[in-house]
């Protein structure tokens, strides 16, 4: 008993040299200020827990040494594109929009370009059979870059035509992250017999445990001969597909592209492929060689986003799309936890007269984001943005469409974790009739949802405004 009586000033001086230690490293790691004070407060508040979440899920150094590795490979191998197959959209459909190809050049050296062919595919209903039909004609490469793949009906599919490419000849790489994706033991050896190449990306030893894991691949990427592209929000999972055997409608938007854009695609692929692989695609490999057959001219930018690029590119194409609009802003996404330069955005949009109108899932998979995101409603209504609560299923569109004439699609969520940490990408288009198309996408599900008031916000429960108030200050960190 003595023994505990000496040692216990000792341990608590210790501890405290440990916190003080933990809190100085925080701070000289240069975050944002919002993000530092949120992992103190956690660390003052639950001391031990704090301590491994900042660990496990704050702490960047070796991340900064893998992404800084990736970022020279982009910088070096993959700007040695060569740029003469490709004929840029230099006449856009709106002025409003004419220093929008400036931005996405300057921010990260990408272009508009014109020959390409855009298809809209509502929920997994809607892709998968085109997505299949795609993948069976494959005749040189097959190349899917995934947040989910997971074991399930359509995935065995997928799989099935993977492994059937691979013993044809055909190149088949596979990226899966390794959080958000389950594959058995099995499927992955089957997989490699049949000479399928596939890596996680960012391995860890507790998926299980690790469901909002830093520096994710968010993506949802397939390129299939250089030709054919997909993106938008659809995994590879029965849950996207209705009716679902949970009995969950999800609602979802991807989009097919053929044309020039798929090269950009493809050049995010090989980013991610020599990531985590350290293998070097050859880049005579992804040259577009049939634009005779493109019979689209939308012009179309591919923007990717992570934690190694040197600038938030899809936040800062965001923010200038939504102070751009003339007349309205229409956005869906599951996750809204925005940072301040896209709240200000919104609300000063909204308050020049630009109708502006949120459409969020009522009741989303992810409770802490969901609380968070009802901190900046008062502020949001009060400055005459419209928000929406869809109630037919879950929400999971991650879509904005400016003045009838811009629009973009693809896996980015409107929160702190897509902008700052995730590996996302979304495409770009200027175009009316896609813009439109969307448009009427956005007011058929206004039909299944409600306008939110203040009043609703105020007659919530007090703990349930406690709640909100303690996720809104964990919120750079969710």
């Known amino acids: 008993m003595e023994f505990i009586e000496t040692i216990k000033p000792f341990t ?44 496990l899920f704050g702490a960047q150094y070796q991340k900064k040494k893998l992404f800084t590795k990736k970022r020279y490979f982009d910088d070096v191998y993959l700007n040695k ?5 490709k004929e840029y959209a230099e006449t856009l459909v709106d002025s409003s929009f004419a220093k929008l190809p400036t931005l996405f050049y300057n921010i990260e050296q990408v272009n508009f370009t014109l020959n390409n062919q855009i298809t809209l595919l509502n929920n997994g209903e809607g892709k998968f059979p085109v997505f299949i039909r795609e993948l069976e004609r494959a005749r040189e490469s097959i190349h899917l870059d995934y947040y ?15 492994c059937k490419k691979a013993t044809e000849g055909v190149k088949v790489r596979v990226i899966y992250d390794d959080v958000g994706s389950s594959l058995s033991r099995s499927t992955l050896a089957r997989m490699r017999e049949s000479g399928v190449a596939s890596y996680p990306y960012m391995p860890v030893v507790f998926s299980r445990l690790a469901h909002k894991a830093n520096y994710r691949n968010h993506r949802k990427i397939a390129v299939i001969d250089n030709e054919v592209g997909f993106v938008g929000g659809i995994n590879i999972n029965d849950k996207y597909i209705n009716p679902s055997k949970s009995g969950l409608y999800w609602r979802d938007t991807h989009i097919l592209i053929k044309g020039e854009a798929v090269i950009d695609l493809q050049y995010l692929f090989i980013s991610d492929w020599y990531f985590v692989s350290g293998q070097k695609i050859d880049l005579d490999e992804v040259r577009y060689r049939n634009l005779s057959k493109i019979r689209g001219t ?30 309205e802003v229409l956005v ?44 900046y409603f008062k502020d949001l209504l009060k400055s005459g943005v419209e928000i929406n609560y869809y109630t037919r299923g879950m929400m999971h569109s991650k879509t904005m469409i400016i003045d009838e004439a811009i629009s973009t699609v693809g896996s980015t969520n409107m929160d702190q974790r897509s902008f700052n940490l995730n590996a996302e990408v979304n495409a770009f288009m200027l175009s009316k009739k896609i813009a439109k198309d969307l448009k009427s996408n956005f007011m058929n599900d206004l039909k299944d949802s409600y306008p939110l008031t203040i009043e609703m916000l105020r007659r919530r429960k007090w703990y349930v405004k406690v709640i909100c108030s303690i996720a809104r200050l964990l919120a750079p960190i969710l």
């Open 81 to 85: 594109i060569n740029e003469e197959q």
């Open 148 to 162: 989910i793949i997971r074991e399930s009906e359509i995935a065995r599919q997928v799989i099935d035509i993977l």
């Open 332 to 375: 869906t996404t599951p996750y809204f936890v925005p940072d301040d330069s896209i709240l200000n955005a919104l609300k000063i949009t909204a308050k020049s007269g630009v109708k502006v109108t949120l459409l969020l899932p009522e009741k989303p998979d992810s409770r802490t984001a969901y609380y968070a995101s009802q901190t």
């Open 12 to 55: 608590l001086i210790a501890y405290y040299i440990f916190v003080s230690f933990v809190v100085l490293l925080i701070i000289l790691d240069n975050k944002k200020p919002e993000k530092a004070f949120a992992f103190i407060f956690l660390i003052l508040l639950f001391p031990i827990a704090g301590i491994v979440i900042y660990l």
């Open 298 to 327: 939308v012009p179309t930018s591919i923007l990717g986003s992570d934690y190694g690029r040197n600038n938030q590119t899809i936040k800062e194409a965001f923010f200038r799309m939504i102070t751009s609009a003339q007349e």
